[in-house]
């Protein structure tokens, strides 16, 4: 019998700029330590922002370099997100994943399955016949990976639109503040619509995989944004259970932090509410193996009160998840 430890965990905007408070070598201080307990074989992560290397030279994930060095995970195979214009890094909030086994096969998926939309804004100033086009602000990392017990592993590192609201033209005073709440509703009506396109791109490529592989092991893990009763998770699993019909049970995935007690459930806390946005998701094939889960929220700071101090935390405000599988010899 053989472990395998999957994780996500997003990092906050891990960067290395010297004008950053916290500096990232107090981060590492705190995000390393974790990283070390996760003792994670295929780790996904999100919020990883890339480094300049030089004027007109490709970005580099150097803040990542330092935080992984002297750990395990220095050593694992590599996929990283690229920006759908030009494939290389982007400044803020790549995917990565790190896996001790190896990667067999990896793509970045932005509108490869569904494409961009056209809206038509009601409350634009001024109106314009012209529609607006919503992109997904992130692609889905997906990477193929070779597990020792001679199966194979398809993992969907995920990081869905924040229900912040998407900017209408003419409805901005400043980056921070709305002209009209009716801009503003629109805009965050736009946010609901992204975060529902990225989850359903992403079913369509769990469902083509499933094709595929009817049997096949699935994980996707990452912030999705969303607690398991809301849209996007209910799309991501394949829930069906609408009182008018009900989707295949075979393909439905199973939300793992669902184990958790209720009282440990979460993995943000907001204006001292306690959410969980971050989730691992599984095919029935391997939830059905022995496993166990974990979210690592002891001490996480409040995201939306622990700024106003003046004293941002070190560490991020997002726990990061761990769930463990025992596999066949």
Sequence with gaps: MSRLRIASFNLESLDDRPDLVPRLEERIAVLQPQLRYLAADILCLQEVNAQPDGPHRPRRLTALERLLAGTAYAGYARVVSGS???GGLVDHHNLVLLSRFPITASRAVQHELVPPLDYHAQTALPPSAEPLVLRWDRPILYAAVELPSARRLHLLNLHLKAPLAVPIPGQK????EWRSSRGWAEGFFLAAMKRAGQALEARLLIEALFDAEPEALVAAAGDLNSDHNETPIRI???DGTDPESEAPAARRLVALDQCIPAERRYSI???GRPAMLD????????????HRIEVLNEGLHDEALDPATGHPSAGSYHAPLVAEFTLAG
Excluded: Q
């Design 84 to 86: 759908a214009d030009h």
């Design 173 to 176: 005073a400043s980056a921070a």
């Design 236 to 238: 991501l699993v394949g």
């Design 269 to 271: 806390l907001h204006s």
């Design 279 to 290: 989730h691992i998701l599984v095919s029935p094939a391997l939830a059905a193996l022995p």
